[in-house]
């Protein structure tokens, strides 16, 4: 019954080594690096304004 069954299934089908050219990764990444960093900037202006209001 094995036999039979081994003998019935298809071999693995062949995938290419790299199915990311990169492209998408890079792209992901610098969104996330220019995200981070206007966040930082917002804080940072938020930071300022307490700090100038509260001085007056």
Known sequence: ?????IANTPAP???????????ITL???LIR???RQHD?????RCDQATTTTTAV
């Open 13 to 23: 089908a062949e995938e290419p080594i790299d199915r990311d050219p990169g492209v």
């Open 40 to 44: 930082a900037a917002f804080r940072r």
């Open 33 to 35: 690096a220019v995200r």
């Open 27 to 29: 792209a992901a990444a």
């Open 1 to 5: 019954m094995l036999s039979l069954f």
